[in-house]
Every structure is written in structure tokens, then in C-alpha cells.
């Protein structure tokens, strides 16, 4: 009987926060909830200036807009999937269910991979724009700081895809031992046919064909 499924007992029990909290997926997703934070609310307090020359605002890198706005979507769409999975990180020990636990873990992993991935676009894009940017109204420390955050980004929710990853194998193997084929199990007992036994099924009786008499010797000719 399977009592574990994807680093959690199936048995559920009470919440401990301390434990909780020490967790390293839940402090990789406290620093990702941070650094989302200061990425999007950087780029909309001081990511947009106002030239004199022009009317409209512009954004800090290199007065493309896109890239302001594709950090600001990442960064909320993160901060709002770190809230979710501390959630579930939370409430995932009373899941008695081994599916729902799996589809869990599954969207952990896929959702972590591709913001590695989108943190890694918006980290090279935000740089090289930083590079070409001419506009003396630009505050610097503040396109630093969501460059830097970006990177800091890349390494958090890549380790939070690697335990994603390493939650999911340990699923995958504990299913694998507690379930075994009974044909391909090599050591489970082999059982005789029951009627391997020499003195043979019950209710077995001699053939009346059998030889009961004695052997005959000499011929002897009937007697009349």
C-alpha cells in the first residue's frame, strides 16, 4: 500500500508552519515574490520619464515600450504564481489524492521551467537596451536594479524548477515500488500445481485393468 506520494505522507496531518517555512521551495519562492516585486514596481514608479521635447513618456530602456511592458507583465504574472504555489506548497500535505498531488507538482515544474526561461529573455533584452540607451533623464539606479533583480530572477526559479523536477522523480519512483508486476516479480514464492503431489488428486482409484493375479507360469490345460 502506497503511504507517500511526491514528499508528502498520504495520511495528511497538522500544519507546521516552522517546518513550513524551512522549507528551501518556500524561501526560493519568497525571494521570487520579492525580486517580482521590485522588477515591476521599479519599471512602473520611475521606468517611464518625460522628456521636455515630447509630450508622451518614454520607457527607461532605450524608450521601447515593449520592454517596459514585457517586464512589468513577467513580473506581476510571477508575483501572482508565487502567492498560488506557497498556497498549495502549504495545503499540499492534506491532499490525501495522488493524482491531484501529481498535477500539482506537474504545473510547479512547467510554470517554473518557462519563467527560468522568461526571466532569462528579460534579463538579456532589459541589459542590451540598457547598452544603447542615450536619455539623460533616466534614473540609473533604478534600470540597474531591475536588470539585477532579473538575473536574481533566473537563479531562483531555476532552482525552484529543480526541486519541482526532484519532487516529481520521487513520485515517479515511490509509484514504481509500491506497485510490481506479480509475472515479472523474480522473488515473489513460486506455487506448485496442486497436483504435484505424488499420491495424485483425491478420489483416485486404481484401474480395473490392473494385473491382480500372480504371474503364471507353465502353460496349464483347462480341465473339463
Known sequence: MQNSAYGASLAGGAFD?????????????FL???FSIVVFATITAEGYTNPETKGENE???NNADSACSYGVGVGVLAFLACVLFLVLDAYFPNISNAKERKY???????????????WFICFCVLTNLWTKTTNQHVVADAARGVIAFSFFSIITWSLLTYFALARYRQGVNEFEQDYRDPANDHN???QSSPYSSTSGPSGYQQSP?????????AYQ???Y
Not at 508552519?17 to 519562492?29: C, D, G, H, S, V
Not at 500539482?104 to 522568461?118: G, H, M
Not at 485393468?209 to 507360469?217: A, C, I, L
Request: with cysteine.
Open 32 to 34: 521570487s515574490w520579492i
Open 59 to 61: 520607457c527607461m530602456f
Open 221 to 223: 490345460p483347462p480341465s
Open 17 to 29: 508552519l516552522a517546518n513550513f517555512l524551512k522549507q528551501p521551495q518556500t524561501i526560493l519562492r
Open 209 to 217: 485393468f490392473s494385473n491382480t493375479q500372480e504371474t503364471p507360469g
Open 104 to 118: 500539482i507538482v506537474i504545473s510547479d515544474l512547467a510554470f517554473s521551467a518557462a519563467w527560468t526561461f522568461l
Open 188 to 190: 515473489a514464492p513460486y
